[in-house]
Structures are given as C-alpha cells and as structure tokens.
C-alpha cells in the first residue's frame, strides 16, 4: 500500500504541480512522443517490407508447366521517363483460361493496355510520356498487383508474341502467377550497411527518450527535499521520481501513438525513392509494440533513477552542486576495444558471407558506435577541465560545463552518432559504388531490338532529333569447346570507330577485344561454333578465330570478344535467331536524350529495349545500392534533425531552469549579447567534441568492415565535410531559436521567488 501511496504523490506532483510542473510534463511528453512515433514507424518496416514481398511474389510468373493448363505469354520491358523506372509487361493469353496476374480481372487484349493508378496520372500529367502507349487505357491495376501505391506499372495485350525478343529476353510461358521470389541481397556489404543504418538511427531515438525523461531535473530534487522535509524516506523519494517520470513516458506513449495513427494514414502520399505503401501495409509488429511500450517507461524511469544514484537529497537541500566525480576510462574505452576486437576476428569469416559473419560486423560496429555517447562525457569533461581564460561569453560557458559535462555530452551524443553512423556507412557505399554502379559512356545510348524490326529501328531513329549517329550491330552468339559462351559483333567501320574509339577502321577489318594485362578474350585458331541467341544451342555454322585480329583496348567489351565488318563477316552463315543492337550517341546539347529516342521508338512497344549503354538497367545489387545509399541519408537526415530537436528542448528546460541566475547577471551589468554567445559555446564546444570523435570512429568502422572484403578504403572529405558543416548549422539554428527565451529570462521580473 505504501508504494502505491507513494506512486499516487508523484502522479500528483506530476500533474498537479503548477505552471513549473505542467511545462515540465509537456516538454517531456512532446519528447517521448516524437521517439515514440519514430520506434512505431520503424516497428512496421517489417510488416511493410513483408506485405511489399508477399505482393511482388503474388505477381511472379511461374513458367512450370501445368497439365491441361493453356499458358499466358509475357515479355518483360520496362522503360524509364525521366529517370523514373516504369515497370512493363506485354501478354496474350492463348486460351480462356490463360492465367491472369494478380491485380486484373480479365487479361487485355491486343492494343490495350492496363496501367497503375501512379502511371494514370502521369499519363494525364505528362503528355510526352503518352506516344510510348499508343494503346487503349482499359482499366487500372488493383492494389493486390502493386508493391506500393505509387508504383510505376503496366500491363499491355498484344498478338501472339514470337519465340524471341530483344537483347537477352524472351517471352516466357507463364502457367501459374505466385511464385516464390528471394529477397535477400547477393552482395553481403550491402545487408550489413542496411542493419547497420537502422541500429544507427535507433541509437539516437533512445538518447532522446532519455534527455527527455530528465527534463527539469534541479527543480524535481528540490521538490524531492521537501518531502523529505516533512518525513519521507529515501526510497520513498526516489519512487515518487520514477512516478513522474512514468507520468509523462505515458503521455508520450499516448502521443506517440495518436501521432502515428495520423502520419499512418499519410503513407500513400509518400514516395520515399520509388517505395511507397499503403495504409494497410504500415501496422507495426505486436511483439516489438510490446517491447516499445515496455521500453519506453523503463527507460525513462530508469535514466531517472541513475541520475539520483550520487545525488543526495536531504531535507534541508539537495547536493548537486559541489564538484562531480571524475569520470572513469575504462568501461568506456572497453565499448571500442570490443567493437574493433569484434570486427578483427570477423576477418576471417568474410569469404564466407555467414550469418556469424555479419553477427560479428553487427555487434561490433554496434558497440563502436554505442562507444561514442559514452566516451563523450568524459572528453567533455577532461577538455574543458584544462581550458582557463578567454573572453566573459567563453568564460561563462567553459564554467558552466565544468559543473555539468554530462548533460551537454548526452545531448550531443545522438548527433555524434548519426555522424558516425553516415560517415562509415557513407564510407563502405562509396567502396562497393565501382562494383555497384557505373556511369553512362560518353553519352551513348543502346536500343535492343530484334532483326525483323532493325530497319524500321534505325528509319525511326533517324527522325529522332537528340540522335547524332546511329550503328546497327548484329550480335551473334558463339560457343568453343569448353563450352564457353562469347560474341561475336558485326558493325560498320563507322559505328566500331564511334563506339570503340579505334581509327583507321576499313571494311574488311576485324579487332579482338584484351584484358587490362593484354591478354585477348579470343586465342587465334579457337573453332567456334555459331549458335541461337535464346532457346537450345543448337549448332549453325562455325567460325575460326583468324589470326590478324587487331587486338583494341577494354572498351570493346559492350560490343563483344571479336568484332568484324561486313566484309569481314561475308563468309559467315548468321544465325536467324540473333541480337541486334543500335547505338546512338546522342546530342549532349537535346534535353532527355533518352526519353526523345523512346517517345520517337513508342510504335514498336515490346520490339524495342532501351538502355543506357547497359548502366540504366541496374542489377538487383545496384539497385539496392543506390535504394540504400538514399534511404540512409534521409534517414541520417532526419535523425540529425530529432537530436536538434532534443538539443532545443533541453537548452530552453536550461534557460528556465536558471532563470535567475541569468537575470542577476542581466542586472549586474552583463549584456544580454554575451549571455547569448555563452549559450553558443556551451553548445558549440561539446558539438565540436563530438564531430572529432565521431568522424574517427566512422573512419575506422569503415576501414575495419572494408578490409575484410579486400576493397580499398577511399576517404569522401567533401561529403564529410558537409555532415559536420550540417552539425554546426544546427549549434547556430538551435541558439538562435533560444533567445526569444533568453530575452524572457534576463529580464527582471524572472529574480522574483517564493
């Protein structure tokens, strides 16, 4: 009974305590909520990724052949406009009961088309995009075929469609649609900047539900003494703190998730990098809304409780004020010599890619980074100890972070964190960025098409205004005794001169493409056997590589292992089953070169793939790249934004908190101005503190992950240099917000007391 008594105070005193009591729980409440919506944000990913999957495995064509089912041909042909990727398919069914993919009724039929609610609109708002679909609008795609509301797709019917299509597809027979697809990245680097990226965010939104809990702390130990005063205990003291402490954690639950209940009904008007979703999507999972709601209040009690452990209240006052205990090293250097422990032993599971593997990279970079908010305090504390002198402003400021290090440390560690965090995670995307992403070459453009429609190809290009030159090549495929696949290229001289960048090209030549050591892909007298491009490789002449190649640089490769000219290739007896290929270079001075060439090819629909020198298609890894590198810039980005925000609510509890302090000083003479540049300081130099720790920490988790995949470490300074510029912006933001406060408490109605 006696602890529900004591319970019952502090709810009391928490909400019933006057104008000091209620801001206290306001300002609490508006903290804990913000992380609140944030960890239930983050607790649906899950739920979101997995409906997102579940959909996109729905929609899989399955090509195992079903008895007595007649199949749904379809070819795959996605296209961009203006850097947004559109996802494509074509189908016809050959029979009634021909499958039909989820999201449709009824298959459409020739020249029709069904498009995405997204594509509808952009149809309606983009009159360019229009001639790529020159068929008939007949519906709309329901949500069971989307990944995401916003998602860019259609489904177009046509006549029966050929055995062969361009470039390396073909149309597929399709007899079921719910096949399973994995989700898992092939390249492990990528998933462990991934977890990473997301431990990095949680760590700050945990920091912050700490400030928040300790939120007008001096005047809460005041209160604490005059209970003590008429007679309550020390235990009895410190529970009556966990009951206000738990007083606003559940405010800021509620809020928390009365907030995200709103945001969550926003979700379809989100497109974050081409994923959006739909409000049913974003539920988040119950066991992590049972960890949230329990870890929220224990976190705010317990911060609470650790804060009073050296705090001695009496009933004649509280000592806080004497001089801290130093701080000890030891456990907080023990965090980084464990991380960096973790992921030196990890080393020599790397060529592996186990689930040990990235447990190790995890937990050791995990404790890195957890190893940043508790070595702050005691740098913080250690530097300013040694600073003596300087101006009044400086004075003020290095004076009060001697008495109290420890506050400023905790609010500057979340954004040391989310630096430390970008900076390695910034750092390991640009290592893997040469395997994951290449540039376009130099302006040239690829359109796949298959020979029947190469000549009404190269007559539409012609029309196009941003095509400068055009050369057809024909790609045949070509396998030697060991069975190895090659190709075999066949251009004129002035398409292999402006592709391949040779000169002196004369019908008749013929050039094998070398390795960087000068190796050739082909060795001169290898018999090749000529082959079909898709389907069995069935035998259909032979080729004998001649020994008068002239050997050319690395950039043959996007053409193939051996390219001729028509002279060259007379002899040759070509597959009917082969690629085509134009490539144009476009005119660097025409705007959207590439949506011109598609709009100008719209006719042809599924007859065309257009690509941009093979670097627009990017593979599954690259996409992923480039998803993540976005996703986790935003994501730092915000995060970088909540720990403002904890710096902003915790330097105004201050300037409440010391109200008469600053006015006695207002008063005694001190210009407001320096009072200013001193709340700057205690600001800034802790901020500074935390940039160096946390650019080497983010260096050297870098460093430490990149090694194990033998990839070379490459410093982005610039990009660097912009997270801390963005730091120090914050500093200035958060003390400028601050002075309409500072005006307030300066002035000399705050000396007034009771």
């Known amino acids: 009974m006696r602890w529900l008594h004591d319970f019952g105070l502090g709810v009391r005193l928490a909400v019933g305590g006057g104008r000091t009591s209620w801001s206290r729980v306001v300002l609490g409440t508006i903290g804990i909520g913000l992380a609140t919506t944030v960890l239930l944000l983050f607790a649906s990913v899950g739920h979101m990724l997995g409906n997102a999957n579940a959909r996109i495995a729905a929609r899989t064509p399955s090509t195992v052949p079903i008895a007595g089912k007649h199949p749904t041909q379809l070819f795959y042909d996605d296209m961009s406009f203006h850097g947004v990727s559109i996802n494509g398919n074509y189908l016809h069914g050959t029979a009634p009961d021909s499958p039909v993919p989820p999201g449709l009724s009824t298959l459409p039929g020739p020249n029709e088309v069904a498009v995405s609610p997204a594509l509808a609109d952009l149809l309606r708002t983009q009159p360019n995009l229009r001639p790529r679909f020159p068929q008939k609008i007949v519906g709309t795609i329901g949500d069971a075929g989307l990944r995401g509301p916003a998602e860019l797709m259609f489904y177009a019917g046509t006549d029966p469609l050929p055995d062969t299509g361009p470039g390396l597809s073909a149309p597929q027979r399709v007899y079921a649609f719910g096949a399973p697809s994995g989700s898992r990245l092939d390249d492990p680097t990528l998933l462990v900047v991934a977890i990473l990226g997301g431990v990095a965010v949680l760590i700050p939104i945990l920091i912050f539900v700490s400030v928040s809990s300790r939120i007008a702390g001096a005047q809460r130990d005041r209160r604490l003494a005059a209970l003590r005063l008429v007679g309550s205990s020390d235990r009895q003291v410190r529970r009556v703190a966990a009951a206000e402490s738990l007083v606003g954690a559940a405010a800021g639950l509620a809020v928390g998730a009365l907030a995200f209940l709103g945001l969550r009904q926003l979700a379809p008007q989100f497109d974050l990098l081409g994923w959006s979703t739909f409000v049913t999507d974003v539920v988040p999972s119950a066991s992590l809304v049972v960890v949230i709601v329990l870890l929220v209040p224990a976190l705010a009690v317990g911060t609470v409780l650790f804060a009073l452990r050296r705090v001695i209240i009496e009933p004649l006052g509280v000592v806080r004020e004497s001089r801290p205990i130093r701080r000890q090293l030891w456990w907080r250097l023990g965090l980084i010599v464990v991380g960096i422990g973790l992921l030196l032993v990890a080393k020599p599971f790397a060529q592996q890619f186990s689930d040990a593997w990235i447990t190790l990279i995890v937990v050791g970079a995990s404790s890195l980074l957890i190893g940043v908010p508790a070595i702050l305090p005691w740098l913080i504390e250690r530097v300013v100890d040694r600073v003596h002198g300087g101006a009044p402003s400086w004075q003020l400021a290095i004076r009060r972070l001697q008495l109290d290090s420890g506050t400023p440390a905790r609010v500057v560690s979340g954004i040391a964190v989310v630096l430390a965090s970008a900076v390695s995670l910034q750092l390991m995307l640009l290592a893997t960025s040469g395997q994951n992403y290449q540039p376009p070459a130099n302006g040239w453009v690829t359109v796949d098409t298959t020979p029947a429609a190469a000549d009404r190809v190269a007559a539409d290009l012609a029309k196009v205004p941003a095509a400068k030159q055009v050369g057809m090549v024909q790609l045949v495929s070509a396998l030697d005794a060991d069975g190895d696949r090659h190709t075999i290229a066949v251009a004129s001289c002035t398409a292999i001169e402006g592709i391949l960048d040779v000169h002196g090209c004369r019908d008749g030549d ?206 982005d300074w610039p990009t660097i240099g912009v997270f801390a510029a963005a730091a120090v912006a914050l500093v200035f933001a958060v003390t400028a917000l601050t002075l309409p406060a500072l005006r307030g408490a300066t002035r000399l109605a705050a000396m007034r007391t009771e």
């Open 510 to 715: 013929g050039y094998v493409g070398t390795y960087a050591k000068g190796s050739n892909y082909a060795k001169a007298g290898q018999v090749w056997s000529l082959v079909n491009a898709h389907g069995p490789s069935t035998p259909v002449a032979t080729y004998r590589v001649p020994g008068d190649l002239t050997p050319a640089t690395q950039r043959i490769s996007p053409l193939g292992d051996v390219v001729l000219t028509p002279a060259a290739a007379a002899s040759l007896t070509l597959p009917t089953d082969r690629d085509v290929q134009a490539w144009v270079l476009t005119d660097p001075t025409q705007a959207g070169a590439t949506d011109q060439i598609a709009t100008g090819l719209g006719d042809l629909t599924w007859q065309v793939f257009i690509g941009l020198s093979g670097a627009d298609q990017l593979s599954g890894n690259q996409q992923a790249y480039a998803t993540i590198r976005n996703a986790l810039l935003t994501a730092s980005l915000f995060t970088l934004l909540l720990a403002g925000v904890s710096m902003l609510v915790l330097a105004l509890e201050q300037i409440r908190e010391r109200r008469r302090p600053l006015a006695m000083l207002a008063a005694a003479g001190v210009p407001r101005s320096t009072l200013a540049r001193s709340l700057l300081w205690q600001t800034a130099v802790p901020v500074a503190l935390a940039v160096v720790v946390a650019v080497g920490i983010g260096i050297g988790i870098a460093g430490l992950v990149i090694r194990m995949v033998d990839l070379p470490l490459r410093v």
